[in-house]
């Protein structure tokens, strides 16, 4: 919801500004949506209390989005324009009280003495700090004081995050041969002259001060070479670069195959539409998507290019920056605020013309965007599940292309479901790219080879009497590989570990008959272990015995990586073994170190979670063995099959893509299950045509939509009468509206039943457009509304 305020006469504003607004008895940051002479319907309308910038932050583009995603995914406005914002904006404004030069020599009050002292001290303090230091002190107080001409009363931003960076520097004000003569002279009478030093390094090119002071220079040498007209000081605004690391050397395009370009042609054909490019793992995607960015500038316009965080390596800044140096800027949740303000308002401006990052780099400010790239689109990290608006950049930049034209490529080797869905139904274009292709000497491509893959049963394992958490085959190959020198790749599913069960001689996992995901233990049921579906909250008691087979050996599942680190030493003791998962992942810079320590040749076999999966391409990685490819079927959520099949696909792409031979090896319980059976086959068509069966049989996306609503409380009674009142008001608003969907699911544990000490219930519903009855149901804080959610666990 937005709010109105009369403009102050003398005032003029346009949509998209930033103003200061009285909100209650705070000022507030506010940005102007839009303007409208008609007389305000409400009473008691208040002033704009300041503008806070000159040119306007946000274009009507970026202002329509706005209110497309506070709509769609049942955010508050303010969040919904703010993701538009550069760092730096929405933040509060506070109110600020500064010392004036000269103060009025008027009697005050003690407590305004005290007030005067304490600005006179500290200088510029905000309203909270000053109340802090002088109890009982009030607004109209000080108000009372800026009268009377004591100090000033303003308004702020709360922290000076996203603030322009300035250098001071030094100039020639003469020519370089007039200061190198001068300097010369100079050094002739005194031979260890400052001021000869710093003429003769200026003579070369402008300088900062504090290289000039390195150089020995003081303030005084400064100010006396500048008082002669030698030299002149000034302010430069330094722009901080995320690319100050890299040096790209400009590289020409590379001439497209026939395959690839006709994928381009197709494309450019058709702007403005959606389009998918299906393609496996180095079938050329990335040079289509490079020959769109060149076609998009060469008409004028700028392109926005969107990967996972995790892809976002060196190696992929590099491709774009070899061809797209000077205009390609780089946003990602790494960059600093103001690294990141610099870069926006450098896209703003229209010097950054290429546009390469993660999730929200969706919302760089261009005005004329013509080409907006999603590559991996089915990666779930497009999603925003933390706060609101909980937006998917596919979406959202679907939304673009409808308020610009902008032609939106979707590029993925196992594309969603529903993309694909909606590409085989022709609402998108689709685009298939299927051989690999590889570099080949003296330039151009030559034929690749997709890897071999072997689906080991580990059930014949155990029964050959190896219960070893590696195969016979896979050991056999790490061991071939390790004594060719070159590398493998353990891959370890740790979501959902230990947390279902498996049958060790049928592959069997319970699944709710109604809702066809797989029930999970419930680990807060000491006695009877049970076994519940977090859907639909089905609850059942956990048998003994395998209910498929009668096996005994139906037990709960998972290892974690370190417990494959350990068994990996162990099995081969003069291999040097690596970890690669979450833990050491946060680190900085430690994915590079990884990266850099596979090229050397320093690592034979690295243990990891399905972040592996992503952008490593390494010529001696011949290996990819996967643990347990069974793990991921378990999630209770229908996406299982499909990250299964995703993960899967990636990891085995991960071997033999330069040219040596690549072996990959899927150990499972389950070798018939359709994601395993498709991704040893690299058939995405095969497993799409199972999985969008299932899904049409079950009533999942694209049959219907989800939203799933999470409240959390730490009082647990509370969570469940909440959860309880709104599943039940939204069954009634349904009710009355004479619909028949949305389903109500739940209320039921989440998952993660317990975070920080909170319980977490939730409903989830499934219809036509399930967030559509919101309005009419009462959500506080507490409630989290994800709108087609990527994830239900
Ligand atoms: P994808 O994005 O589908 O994984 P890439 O675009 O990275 O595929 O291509 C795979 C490899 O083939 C890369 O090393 C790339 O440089 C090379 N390549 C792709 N197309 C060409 C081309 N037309 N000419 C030369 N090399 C190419
Ligand atoms: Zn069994
Ligand atoms: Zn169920």
New binding site residues.
């Given amino acids: 919801m937005g709010f109105s305020y009369r403009v102050p006469e003398g005032v003029s504003l346009v949509a998209g500004q930033a103003v200061f607004v009285p909100f209650g008895p705070r000022i507030l940051q506010g940005i102007v949506l839009g303007l409208t002479c008609e007389e305000p319907s409400i009473d008691g309308i208040r002033d704009i209390e300041a503008v806070a910038d000159p040119d306007p932050v946000l274009d009507r583009t970026h202002i329509e989005l706005a209110r497309w995603l506070s709509d769609t995914y049942v955010a508050p406005l303010w969040e919904s324009v703010a993701v538009s914002l550069p760092g730096g904006y929405g933040q509060r404004a506070v109110t600020m009280v500064s010392p004036v030069d000269i103060p009025p020599l008027l009697p005050v009050y003690p407590r305004d003495q005290r007030v005067l002292q304490y600005i006179a001290a500290n200088g510029r303090v905000s309203f909270d700090q000053l109340k802090e230091a002088v109890p009982g002190i009030t607004l109209p107080r000080l108000r009372r004081l800026q009268a009377a001409g004591h100090l000033t009363v303003a308004q702020g931003l709360s922290r000076p995050a996203g603030r322009p960076k300035t250098e001071r520097r030094l100039e020639l004000q003469q020519s370089a041969g007039a200061a190198q003569a001068h300097a010369a002279q100079l050094k002739a009478r005194q031979p260890r002259s400052v001021d000869a030093r710093l003429l003769e390094r200026l003579a070369v090119g402008g300088t900062s001060l504090t290289e000039a002071r390195e150089l020995g220079a003081t303030p005084a040498h400064v100010r006396r070479l500048e008082r002669d007209g030698w030299i002149r000081e000034f302010e430069l605004r330094i722009e901080r670069d995320p690319l100050a690391d890299y040096r790209f050397d400009p590289k020409p395009a590379?001439?497209?195959?026939v395959g690839?370009q006709a994928v381009a042609d197709a494309i450019w054909a058709s702007p403005g539409m959606t389009h998918l490019i299906r393609?496996?793992?180095?079938?050329?995607?990335?040079?289509?998507?490079l020959d769109l960015v060149g076609r998009t500038l060469a008409a004028g316009k700028s392109a926005i290019v969107l990967v996972p965080e995790i892809a976002l390596t060196p190696q992929a800044i590099r491709?774009y920056g070899e061809r797209y140096g000077e205009t390609l800027t780089v946003l990602h949740s790494h960059l600093g605020a103001g690294e990141l303000y610099d870069q926006w308002y450098r896209i703003q401006r229209g010097d950054a013309r290429v546009v390469l990052g993660s999730r929200s780099a969706i919302f760089a400010p261009m005005y004329n965007p013509g080409l907006i790239i999603l590559?991996e689109e089915h990666e779930w990290t497009y999603k925003q599940v933390e706060h609101q608006p909980r937006y998917h950049a596919r979406e959202v930049a679907e939304e673009l292309s409808r308020l610009t034209g902008a032609t939106v490529v979707l590029?993925s080797?196992t594309p969603d479901i529903v993309t694909f869905h909606r590409a085989v139904t022709g609402m998108i274009g689709l685009h298939e790219?299927d051989e690999?292709?590889?570099?080949?000497v003296g330039?151009?491509?030559r034929p690749?080879q997709l890897p071999q893959v072997a689906v080991i049963d580990m059930r014949e394992e155990l029964k050959g009497g190896n219960r070893s958490v590696f195969s016979v085959p896979l050991k056999r190959a790490i061991k071939r590989a390790l004594i060719e020198g070159e590398q493998s790749i353990l891959f370890v599913n740790r979501r959902g570990s230990a947390r279902f069960m498996l049958c060790r001689d049928c592959g069997y996992i319970p699944i709710c008959s109604s809702c066809q995901v797989a029930m999970s233990l419930d680990l807060r049921e000491q006695i009877h272990a049970r076994l519940v579906c977090h859907h639909c909250g089905r609850a059942k008691r956990l048998e003994d015995r395998c209910p498929r087979c009668d096996s005994g050996r139906y037990r709960p599942f998972g290892v974690g990586t370190q417990r494959i680190e350990q068994e990996a030493r162990a099995a081969f003791p003069d291999a040097r073994v690596a970890r690669w998962d979450s833990d050491v992942s946060k680190q900085k810079g430690s994915h590079e170190r990884m990266v850099r320590s596979l090229e050397a040749g320093e690592i034979d076999i690295l243990v990891g979670t399905q972040m592996l999966a992503k952008g490593l391409?390494l010529p001696e990685m011949t290996v990819v063995g996967v643990v347990d490819a069974d793990v991921g079927m378990s999630l209770p959520d229908y996406h299982a099959s499909e990250r299964t099949f995703q993960v899967l696909s990636q990891v085995a792409g991960r071997a033999g893509r330069r040219d040596k031979p690549g072996y990959v090896f899927i150990q499972t319980y389950d070798p018939e299950s359709p994601p395993v059976q498709c991704a040893a086959e690299h058939d995405y068509r095969a497993f799409y045509e199972v999985e969008i069966a299932h899904r049409r049989r079950a009533g999942y996306p694209p049959f219907a939509r989800m939203t799933r609503l999470l409240y959390r409380h730490l009082n647990q009674e509370h969570a469940v009468q909440e959860a309880s009142r709104v599943a039940g008001e939204i069954r009634l608003a349904r009710d009355a509206a004479g619909r028949a969907e949305p389903d109500v699911l739940g209320p039921t544990p989440a998952y993660i039943a317990r975070v920080k000490g909170e319980y977490r219930y939730q409903v989830v519903l499934r219809g036509r457009n399930p967030a559509t009855i919101l309005s009419q149901v009462r959500l506080g804080e507490r409630w989290a509304v994800d709108v087609d959610p990527v994830s239900l666990v």
């Fill in positions: 590379a001439t497209l195959s690839q393609g496996v793992t180095g079938s050329g995607k990335t040079e289509v998507y491709r590559d590029g080797a790219l690999r292709l590889a570099p080949a330039g151009g491509t690749g391409d």
